[in-house]
C-alpha cells in the first residue's frame, strides 16, 4: 500500500493536471477505470497464473468508497477477472463493476452475476481452425488461450523468437479471422481473434455517461487501451477531465499519448492507495 508521505505523481500533460485536480476536488463525480493485465497484474508467461499485484486490492478497496465508481475493463472473460483478480466480496468493493471481453460482459459485485451475449459462431469455427493455421504458418511454441465463447487468443511468448513468430502470424490469423467475421486485436506477444463492434472505448464511454461522471481516470498498458485513450480524449471535448495513466514502456503507441507514465502495476496500485489517502469519503 502507498506510503502517506508518498506525494502523487505530476502528470506531464496539462490536461493530465487538470484531471488529477478535477479528481482531487470532486471526487464523488470521478470514475477510476482500470485495464487488468499489464495494469493490474503483471504480465507472466502463463495468462491463466495471472494473477493482481498484492497492493491492488487493498488500494482499491480504500478508494472505491471515496468515489463514484471504479470499473476494471479488459479482454479476459468477466468473471476470469474477478477470480485472477481476487475482487469477490472485497471489503469497500461491494460497487465494483468489470467489464470483460472489452465490455460485451459485465460482472457487478451487488449480485455477483455475469451478464452476457450468446457466444459467437465465428469464434467456434475460428478455434477449430486455429490448429491447423499455427502448424501451416510454422509458429513453434504459439499456443492457443481459450476465453470462452466471444474470444480466442494466440500467444507467442513462449516460443524461441517471441516477435518473430508474432509477426509471422499477422497476417494468417487475419484473414482466419475475416472469414468468420471477426477482428484480431494485437496485443504484447498475443494476437486475440474476437467478434467486431465493441472495444475498451466504447465500454469506458457507455460506463461514464451511464454514471454521469465529470472526471475519469484511465490506466492501462497495451494495444488494447488505446481506445480507450481515445475515449478520454473524446470526453474531454465535451468538457469532462481526464487522467490517462500508463503502466510500462512496453508499448511506445500507449506511453507517448499519457498523461502519466508508471513503472508498472506495483507503481499504479500505490497510485490508487495514494489516491485513497488524500480523498474524504464520497459515500457512507
Known amino acids: 500500500m502507498g506510503n502517506p508521505a508518498h506525494p502523487l505523481p505530476t502528470p506531464s500533460t496539462q490536461a493530465g493536471r487538470e484531471g488529477l485536480a478535477a479528481l482531487l476536488a470532486r471526487p464523488a463525480r470521478a470514475v477510476v477505470a482500470l485495464d487488468f493485465d499489464g495494469t493490474l497484474a503483471e504480465i507472466v508467461p502463463d495468462p491463466e497464473q495471472s494473477r493482481a499485484h498484492p497492493d491492488v486490492v487493498p488500494a482499491l478497496s480504500a478508494l472505491a468508497p471515496r468515489i463514484a465508481a471504479v470499473a476494471v475493463i479488459t479482454g479476459r472473460p468477466a468473471d476470469t477477472a474477478v477470480r485472477y483478480g481476487g475482487f469477490a466480496g472485497a471489503p469497500g468493493l461491494d460497487h465494483l463493476v468489470v467489464l470483460g471481453h472489452y465490455g460485451a460482459e459485465r460482472w457487478d459485485a451487488v449480485t455477483a452475476t455475469v451478464h452476457a451475449p450468446a457466444p459467437d459462431p465465428g469464434v467456434e469455427a475460428v478455434r477449430a481452425e ?155
Open 130 to 284: 486455429l490448429p491447423a493455421v499455427l502448424e501451416e504458418a510454422g509458429a513453434g511454441g504459439a499456443w492457443i488461450e481459450e476465453k470462452g465463447g466471444r474470444a480466442v487468443a494466440v500467444h507467442t511468448r513462449r516460443a524461441a523468437d517471441p516477435q518473430a513468430a508474432f509477426e509471422a502470424l499477422r497476417a494468417p490469423l487475419a484473414g482466419l479471422a475475416a472469414r468468420h467475421g471477426l477482428i484480431v486485436e494485437p496485443g504484447r506477444l498475443v494476437l486475440e481473434l474476437r467478434p467486431p463492434g465493441m472495444d475498451k472505448g466504447v465500454a469506458l464511454e457507455e460506463y461514464v455517461r451511464t454514471t454521469g461522471a465529470e472526471t475519469v481516470l484511465y490506466a492501462g498498458d497495451d494495444l488494447g487501451d488505446l481506445a480507450a485513450y481515445a475515449a478520454v480524449e473524446k470526453l474531454r471535448t465535451e468538457g469532462v477531465t481526464g487522467l490517462l495513466v500508463c503502466s510500462g514502456t512496453e508499448v511506445p503507441e500507449l506511453a507517448e499519448r499519457a498523461d502519466l507514465l508508471l513503472p508498472g502495476p506495483a507503481a499504479v496500485a500505490d497510485l490508487l492507495s495514494v489516491l485513497a489517502q488524500q480523498l474524504t469519503p464520497a459515500r457512507p
